[in-house]
């Protein structure tokens, strides 16, 4: 896999870890600016097809409409190869808004990436 664009470092931490593979935890505002970054590293991950990708969004303060374009095109490709995509960690800024555009009816979403890794 290859490593996330440099411009990604302002909104993504790090896509995998030795304890977690297939966490990406995403941190600060996820807008306009930045969604491409988060595209091309959800699309470096979803091209290996994993069984699942958890979202880690408890360092994310923002989320615009091209920030939810990109979750719900990556939700899509998982899904379309029998993977699991969750969502954890949304705080409650971030809750407020999946559950004014109704996302939190798409996504899996739960309240840590413990609690999301564990219900696979």
Do not use: W
């Not at 190869?81 to 555009?101: N, P, Q, R, V």
């Amino acid at each position: 896999m290859k490593p996330p664009p440099r411009a990604a470092a302002v909104c993504v931490a790090a896509i995998t870890s030795q304890h977690r593979p297939n966490v990406l935890p995403l941190k600060r505002e996820i807008d306009l600016h930045v969604s491409p970054a988060v595209t091309e590293s959800l699309n470096a991950i979803t091209e290996e097809k994993p069984e699942r990708i958890v979202i880690d969004l408890s360092r994310a303060t923002y989320i615009d409409s091209a920030g939810l374009a990109a979750l719900i095109l990556a939700m899509q490709k998982v899904q379309a190869f029998g993977g699991k995509f969750f969502l954890a960690g949304l705080d409650e800024t971030m809750s407020s808004i999946f559950e004014t555009s109704r996302l939190n009816r798409i996504f899996q979403i739960f309240p840590d990436v413990d609690a999301a890794l564990a219900a696979i």
